[in-house]
C-alpha cells in the first residue's frame, strides 16, 4: 500500500558522492552545486555520461486508469510530438525526456493466470524506433539513468511537483472554448482530485518515487499548455543563477486530457509510425500469416521498410487473400447496444463482404468470449474461420493478453480488406496500421452496421498524412508565451 506520508516528503537535497566526479570528492551536495563545480572543473574530470546529461528536465506521465490500451497509445502520441518540439526549440528542454508509464494491470486484461502489473513498454512496442521520433526512456532506464547522478541508496527519485489535471466543469466562455489551466487545491474528500487516490494513473505507487509538491490542475488545451506549466514549474524550483540548469522531475498524471496540438498533422503521422510493435510480438504475427494465411511482406505489397523514417506515400498495398473483421464485443455488447452488431449479423455482414471479394477467409479480431467465439464460428459454414490464439502456453506467457491483442491487430492490418467496429480505439488502430503499410482507403476505412442493410453510423476517416518531419514546424513556436521565454 502507499505510505503517503513519505511518499510526499523527498525534498532532501540530492545527493551526488557516487558520481565518481571531482565535486563528489568532498561528499554530498545538491545537485546544483554539483554542476556548479563542473563550470570551474575541467569537463574531462567528470564522466562524459553524466556532464551530457547538465539540465535534463525528466517528464513523467500516467493515464486515467480506466483507460484502455489503444487509447493510451494516442496519448503517448500527444506527448511524443509535445517533447520532441521541446526538445528542438527550447533551449532549457534541450535535454528532455519522456518517461514511458509502466503498463499497469489494464481492465480488458482478463487472463488471470499471467502477470501483467508493470509492464514495460519494451514488451509491446519497439523502443529504437519510438526514440528515433522522441527521446523517451522506459521506466527502468530513467531509474537507471537517474542514479547516475549518484543517488544515496536506497536509490529514490524526487519528483518535485505532480500535476494531476482534471476538465473544467463548463468547457466553453461564452461559446468558446479557450486555451487555460488553473492549480487548485487538493482536498482529501475530492472524488475528482485526491493526492492519494490513483485514478489519474498509479505512476506514484512505484515504490521508488517520492514526490514533493502535489497540485490538482484544471485543464484545458493541448500539449503546448504543458509547457507553460512546466515552466512555472521550473521558475518556481528554481532559486538563482546557480540552480537554473538543475536537473528536474516533474510528473503529469491523468494525461489523456491534453489535446493534440493539432490532430492527424504530419507530425502525428511521424510519431504514430514510429510505433512499431516490438520484434518479438510482430514476429508472432509474421509466423502466423504466413503459416496460415499464406501472406508476406512481398505476396501482401505493403512496405515494412526497416526504419519507420524510409516509409513513403504509398496506396496499392494488395494484402492477403482474406478478410479481416474486428468485432468488438466486451463492454460495447452493453455500452454501445444502439451499434454494436449481433453476432448474427455481423456473420451476414461479413459474409456479404467475403462474396463482394470473392474471398473464402475471414480472419476475426475479437475480444468475444470463448463461447460467442463458438456460436460465430459455426455461422461460418463453407468459409474458412480463422481467429489467433497462442499456440502454447508459453506463448500465452510470452505475449499476455495486450501482446495477443498485438497480433491480432497486425494481422487485421495485412488483410485484403477490413472491416471495424464503430467507435472503437482498437479498430482506429489498425486503421492507421493499413494507412501506413500503403492500403487504399477503400480497403481499410470500413464500419460494421448495428445491422444488415441500414443505414448506419461510420467511423471518421482520417487518411495519413505525409510530411518532411526534419523541419519541425515552428510556425506556433510562440504560441504559448512571448519571446523572451525562447530560451
Ligand atoms: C468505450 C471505451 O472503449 C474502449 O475500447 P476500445 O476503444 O475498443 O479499445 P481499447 O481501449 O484498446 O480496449 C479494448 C481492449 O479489449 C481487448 N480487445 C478488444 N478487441 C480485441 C480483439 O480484437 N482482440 C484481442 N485480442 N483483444 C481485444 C484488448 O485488450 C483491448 O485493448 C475501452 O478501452 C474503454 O474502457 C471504453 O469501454
Known sequence: ALNNTSRSQATAPINISNTG???????????????????????????????????????????????????????????????????????????VRLVLPPWPRLYHWHSHNL?????????????TSLRRYAKVLDYDEFLAEYRTFGMPAPPYVHISQVFRLMHYEVMLEQGIF???????????????????????????????????????VRFQGSAGLVERMLREAIDEDTSGPEDVNDMRVYAVLSAETVLHDHWGDEHFWSARRSMRFAQPLAQVA????????????????????????????????????????????????????????TLKSAAQQIKQLLRA??????????????YELLELKELFYRFRFIHFTPESSAQRL?????????????????????????ESTFTYRIYEEREILGFSKASTFNTFCKALGGNCARNAVWPIVWGNDEDDDDSDADYYHSDSDLY
Not at 116 to 125: A, I, M, P, T
Not at 188 to 200: I, T
Not at 313 to 331: M, T, V
Request: hydrophobic share 30%.
Open 357 to 370: 471479394f470473392n474471398l473464402t477467409t475471414v480472419f476475426v479480431s475479437t475480444d468475444a468470449t470463448p
Open 178 to 216: 479557450r486555451d487555460k489551466y488553473e492549480r487548485v487545491s487538493p482536498n482529501a474528500d475530492d472524488r475528482a482530485c485526491n493526492e492519494y487516490s490513483f485514478v489519474g494513473g498509479p505512476l506514484l505507487q512505484q515504490e521508488l518515487l517520492r514526490y514533493g509538491r502535489y497540485h490538482c
Open 115 to 127: 502477470e501483467q502489473s508493470h509492464l514495460l513498454w519494451r514488451h509491446f512496442f519497439d523502443l
Open 286 to 341: 509474421e509466423d502466423f500469416r504466413r503459416n496460415v494465411l499464406s501472406t508476406t511482406d512481398t505476396s501482401a505489397g505493403v512496405q515494412r521498410p526497416a526504419l519507420w523514417d524510409m516509409e513513403r506515400p504509398k496506396r496499392d498495398a494488395k494484402g492477403g487473400e482474406y478478410l479481416c473483421a474486428h468485432l468488438r464485443r466486451g463492454d460495447f455488447v452493453k455500452s454501445r447496444e444502439t451499434t454494436t452488431p
Open 398 to 422: 510470452q505475449l499476455k493478453d495486450g501482446g495477443v491483442a498485438i497480433v491480432d491487430q497486425l494481422i487485421c492490418s495485412y488483410a485484403r480488406y477490413f472491416v471495424g467496429t464503430y
Open 21 to 95: 566526479c571531482p565535486a563528489q570528492g568532498s561528499g554530498s551536495g545538491s545537485l546544483h552545486q554539483f554542476w556548479q563545480t563542473f563550470h570551474s572543473e575541467p569537463a574531462d574530470r567528470c564522466p562524459s555520461s553524466i556532464l551530457k546529461l547538465r539540465g535534463t528536465v525528466y517528464i513523467l506521465y500516467d493515464v486515467n486508469i480506466s483507460e484502455g490500451f489503444n487509447l493510451r497509445r494516442d496519448v503517448y502520441i500527444r506527448m511524443a510530438v509535445f517533447v520532441r518540439r521541446l526538445q528542438r526549440q527550447r533551449k532549457r528542454f534541450a535535454n
